[in-house]
């Protein structure tokens, strides 16, 4: 999740082992706990752009590495407190921050290597969006108060609510599932592989994405009172003999596109105007298949250079318009009983 959300969410759970007069310095180990696994970002290649894809969301955010990663925090920071504090508290409140972060990524579609080293499975639980204000401000809130009045229990408020919210998270996802089935059925589609991710910000705008036969369906899911769907695009799954049928399978850009698909969980689309193979998962709309990110793919390129990675997240007016028209209902269709 974004830096603020790991930062006050390792914050809540460390302030829950303070007392009045070390709360503020327990808040800041927990608030630097919770964001230390992401000094992953830090590991990248000038010659391999995509070597960042495989290392963040690695081996600092499993949970094998939760004792260690908050050690090397808690060594750090004693250093700063060791005059007030005894190192067991600064460590047991490193490992509660620290503990947070690989496990609150897990939520998200993104993909989190919570197994590694024994698996290099991207687990994603898709029960909340990679950035939501509902859910990081109540818990900025109770985090403050519980610093400026010096009691803990608005740390517990923030647990709770923290709790709630994902587990409410884990109920819309289920109720996503159940409608994007039905409209997989009402296509007279077998939905042969089903994902799920909330849209931007909130957990009522689900995109939806199913495979049957050969094409990836794409269509956004609105579960409020009751459920509706706004109908989406479809693009061919990626495939070297249809979308590439020249390149060179041993060369390194086909050697990129594999590292890609294990990235995105196989879920590869083609843009044939840009060259580009795509992540189908992710896009500003919900139901539109225009890419976040990708590899463009040239195959004049000599056998051992890498793919050119490719990034865009403009989103304008028009676009803003239709995700709020999107989201209030008014794209969308009832499902029929």
Wanted: proline content about 3%; glycine content about 6%; charged content about 20%.
């Amino acid at each position: 999740m974004d830096p603020l959300s790991q930062g006050t969410v390792g914050t809540a759970f460390a302030q829950s082992t303070a007392n009045k007069s070390n709360i503020f310095k327990i808040s800041a180990v927990g608030f630097i706990a919770g964001l230390a696994p992401d000094l992953d970002i830090l590991i990248q290649s000038s010659t391999d752009p995509i070597l960042f894809l495989e290392y963040h969301r690695q081996f600092t955010h499993s949970l094998f590495f939760i004792p260690f990663g908050s050690l090397i925090v808690a060594l750090l920071i004693f250093q700063l407190v060791k005059n007030s504090m005894r190192f067991r508290t600064v460590y047991f409140a490193s490992l509660l921050g620290y503990a947070t972060h690989g496990l609150l990524d897990a939520c998200t579609s993104y993909g989190t290597q919570l197994f590694w080293p024994f698996s290099n499975e991207r687990v994603t639980w898709n029960n909340i969006s990679i950035v939501d204000p509902i859910f990081t401000i109540p818990v900025v809130i109770l985090v403050a108060l519980a610093i400026t009045k010096k009691k803990r229990i608005f740390s517990f408020f923030a647990i709770g609510w923290i709790a709630f919210y994902l587990s409410l998270g884990f109920v819309q996802y289920e109720r996503a599932l159940s409608a994007a089935m039905q409209l997989a059925d009402s296509r007279g589609h077998n939905a042969e592989r089903l994902t799920l991710k909330p849209s931007f910000g909130n957990l009522i705008l689900w995109k939806s994405i199913y495979q049957h036969e050969e094409t990836f369906y794409v269509d956004a899911i609105r579960t409020a009172q009751s459920l509706t769907w706004c109908s989406g695009e479809s693009i061919r799954i990626f495939d070297y003999q249809y979308h590439l049928p020249d390149l060179d399978k041993d060369s390194q850009q086909a050697k990129d596109i594999e590292r890609f698909r294990w990235f995105s969980q196989d879920y590869l689309g083609y843009e044939e105007e840009n060259k580009l193979v795509t992540d189908i998962r992710y896009s500003m709309i919900p139901n539109q298949i225009k890419p976040m990110w990708g590899l463009v793919i040239d195959d004049q390129r000599g056998k051992n250079e890498h793919a050119i990675w490719w990034t865009s997240r403009s989103l304008d007016k028009s676009q803003r318009d239709l995700f709020t028209d999107m989201l209030s209902g008014k794209q969308c269709k009832v499902f029929k009983s």
